[in-house]
């Protein structure tokens, strides 16, 4: 168990107290300086805290401040909620292509950038979507003779911001995995085969 204190504006405090009780967190204590803001004391397993320093600093628009140290052992306080969305997995081992990035897009939230190595079962981005899709990050555009002015050069795919190990841990389910490596983090599936991974979807639902 971890002890939290939190400081944040006022008019965060609602946003703060629903997100830790949804990670099983207790509040304690609550001091309000009526000076707009206000401290809170919340008592929180540990595993509730992987991931949540980055959601706290976008709820607070970066003004709140939080400390923990751990306060001892206690009884499991049962599961909560991990994300909602589904994961993006290449379906195949080759370079990521620009053309190919810039079409997956609109599906989510990416975590490779063109000229990055993927193969197969890797997980390249989080699916806007509660299920996970298999994509093609390598596909290359057909060529053809007709070109339009300017078309191809507007191909960019969103900037990333690379994950943190912290991150990682806090996004994948219990099908996948963190892998690190002295140069980079990557996720992937514990069954790296899509076809694989379908068949036993299939075997569960029976």
């Given at each position: 168990?971890?002890r939290l204190?939190?400081?944040?504006e006022?008019r965060f405090?609602g946003?703060v107290t629903e997100?830790?009780s949804l990670?099983?967190g207790?509040m304690?204590n609550m001091v309000n300086n009526?000076?707009?803001?206000i401290?809170?004391?919340?008592?929180?397993?540990?595993?509730?805290?992987?991931?949540?320093?980055?959601?706290?600093l976008t709820?607070t628009?970066?003004?709140?401040?939080?400390?923990?140290?751990?306060?001892?052992?206690?009884?499991?306080r049962g599961?909560?909620?991990?994300?909602?969305?589904g994961?993006?997995?290449?379906?195949r081992s080759?370079?990521?292509?620009p053309?190919a990035?810039f079409?997956?897009?609109?599906?989510?939230?990416?975590?490779?950038?063109p000229?990055?190595?993927?193969y197969?079962?890797?997980?390249?981005?989080e699916?806007?979507?509660?299920?996970?899709?298999d994509?093609?990050?390598?596909?290359e555009?057909k060529?053809?003779n007709v070109?339009?002015?300017?078309?191809?050069?507007?191909?960019v795919?969103?900037p990333?911001?690379p994950l943190?190990l912290?991150q990682?841990?806090?996004?994948i389910r219990?099908?996948e995995?963190?892998?690190?490596t002295?140069k980079?983090i990557r996720?992937r599936?514990?069954?790296?085969?899509?076809?694989?991974?379908?068949?036993?979807?299939?075997?569960s639902?029976k």
């Amino acid at each position: 168990m971890e002890r939290l204190l939190v400081d944040c504006e006022e008019r965060f405090l609602g946003v703060v107290t629903e997100k830790l009780s949804l990670r099983k967190g207790k509040m304690t204590n609550m001091v309000n300086n009526e000076k707009g803001r206000i401290r809170i004391e919340f008592s929180i397993p540990t595993r509730g805290l992987i991931g949540y320093r980055d959601e706290f600093l976008t709820d607070t628009r970066g003004t709140g401040i939080m400390h923990s140290t751990f306060e001892g052992y206690g009884p499991f306080r049962g599961e909560y909620p991990s994300r909602f969305t589904g994961s993006i997995v290449s379906d195949r081992s080759g370079k990521c292509v620009p053309y190919a990035l810039f079409n997956l897009d609109p599906r989510g939230r990416l975590f490779v950038e063109p000229g990055d190595p993927v193969y197969e079962g890797m997980i390249i981005g989080e699916h806007n979507r509660g299920v996970d899709i298999d994509v093609n990050p390598c596909k290359e555009k057909k060529l053809t003779n007709v070109r339009a002015a300017g078309k191809d050069e507007n191909v960019v795919p969103t900037p990333i911001n690379p994950l943190t190990l912290e991150q990682a841990i806090s996004f994948i389910r219990e099908d996948e995995l963190v892998e690190v490596t002295p140069k980079s983090i990557r996720l992937r599936k514990k069954v790296l085969s899509a076809q694989k991974r379908h068949t036993l979807a299939g075997r569960s639902k029976k």
